[in-house]
């Protein structure tokens, strides 16, 4: 089965008899999915192949935009224009409704950004992105970042400095809470690697700083994957990749089940549907999608 329950909490989710259904493949480096509602489709990263696609019902996969500098993590901000992650050019970046292209962030300090990876936006408008990057000679900054950038896109602000490869993040549903995951992993041998990882939240000052950092799950198996993609549905509940699949949590942290989806590593996911009851799911050669019971936090978010 492709669900996999931990707790009779899970039910009140997801039925356990739902199945995975893919929507298709092919792909190389699968990411970054964000919902249109306005036009009722998906649009999604491909990563290596340098291309931003569009799901629609009835119509299948096609290339939207070729190139994308890299574009991996994409999100929305309230007015709905579209924020990206450039990781081929080291930026992150927001477009405008006449088709140009703003730069949100390109650097800290005077120094160039590592990657940005993955991004997300407050209903106030304020960005914040994480920027994974080991120390390199290709690279101008030593450590990876979690940064916040205002919504005027006049400061910006490096909130974390001690995640190792930070990744996904996403708000609770009041905004009071930032979860923020930190990718690590080990080959446990050539062909497997496992997660070490975990995700950990932080309260979310007036001013949209953070304060008060722990470690809210971790992630770890015998399957292989890691934390990659995350998000929250309206009731609190956390949503993340990891081992086997997609990992779903609880407020508390409590592992509730696992939906497998039988790759080494699922990338990334995103709210979608007339009633965002839709989990779409990327993974490195594939789309896929599920329904679930409860609605997730829509994108963009107003206040």
Request: with cysteine.
């Amino acid at each position: 089965m492709p669900i996999e329950q931990v707790s009779p909490e899970l039910e009140r989710i997801v039925s356990l008899d739902q199945d995975v259904e893919e929507l298709g493949s092919g792909y190389v480096g699968g990411e970054g999915p964000v919902w249109w509602k306005e036009g009722g489709y998906l649009l999604f990263s491909e990563v290596r192949g340098n291309r931003r696609r569009k799901w629609a019902p009835g119509e299948g996969v096609s290339v939207l935009q070729e190139p994308t500098n890299n574009a991996n993590g994409l999100t929305r901000d309230p007015q709905g224009r579209l924020i990206m992650c450039e990781g081929g050019a080291r930026r992150v970046t927001r477009m405008e409704p006449d088709g140009s292209i703003t730069v949100v962030a390109n650097r800290y300090h005077g120094r160039r950004l590592n990657r940005p990876n993955d991004v997300v936006v407050k209903s106030d408008g304020s960005i914040y992105f994480t920027d994974p990057g080991a120390p390199s000679p290709e690279l101008d900054l030593d450590f990876s970042g979690v940064y916040r950038v205002s919504p005027d896109l006049g400061s910006i602000n490096l909130l974390v400095r001690d995640f190792v490869l930070p990744n996904g993040l996403a708000f609770s549903p009041d905004e009071s809470i930032l979860y923020i995951n930190d990718s690590q992993g080990v080959f446990v041998r050539e062909d497997i690697f496992r997660s070490v990882g975990h995700i950990k939240a932080f309260d979310v000052r007036s001013n949209g700083m953070l304060a008060n950092g722990r470690v809210f799950c971790e992630l770890r198996g015998e399957r292989t994957g890691i934390p990659d993609g995350m998000k929250v549905d309206v009731e609190g509940h956390v949503y993340c990749t990891g081992p086997g699949g997609v990992w779903i949590m609880d407020a508390s942290g409590t592992h509730l089940g696992t939906m497998l989806t039988s790759v080494a590593h699922t990338t990334n996911i995103a709210w979608g549907g007339a009633d965002w009851k839709t989990l779409y799911i990327t993974n490195p050669a594939s789309l896929a999608r599920i329904r679930l019971k409860i609605a997730g936090v829509p994108v963009p978010r107003s206040r």
